[in-house]
């Protein structure tokens, strides 16, 4: 199982992002898969997941409305579409697979897959 995140960068308040997350090495139709992040000295935090199937989405409540996620099952890939950025979005994000549909799936502990991170900053 390989995931391997891309698109951060610095952006400036208000700005956009897209993050994405190529996946190899399993059946991605069958894997939910969620956005976590983490900042400097705070825990891993739950961002936004997506069903094996694309059809649903959840959001933590500080993104909701803002961030938006998606699934090409496809090309094996997923997005993370991040709008009205704020410095507090500031974290390395990582992308979860996730092959058991674990009801709780805003645990870090329930994903064993993890991708390298991607860094985004913003700036105020």
């Known amino acids: 199982v390989q995931l391997v995140e891309s698109g951060g960068g610095l952006v400036q308040a208000g700005g956009s992002l897209r993050l994405t997350c190529a996946a190899s090495g399993f059946t991605f139709d069958d894997w939910a898969i969620a956005w976590f992040r983490q900042a400097p000295g705070k825990d891993r935090e739950f961002v936004a997941k997506?069903?094996?199937?694309?059809?649903?989405?959840d959001y933590g409540d500080s993104v909701l409305g803002r961030f938006t996620m998606s699934k090409d099952n496809a090309k094996n890939m997923v997005y993370l579409q991040m709008d009205n950025l704020k410095p507090e979005d500031t974290a390395v994000y990582y992308c979860a697979a996730d092959p058991w549909g674990s009801s709780q799936y805003k645990h870090a502990a329930s994903y064993d897959y993890w991708g390298q991170g991607t860094q985004v900053t913003v700036s105020s």
């Open positions: 997506v069903s094996w199937s694309g059809a649903s989405t």
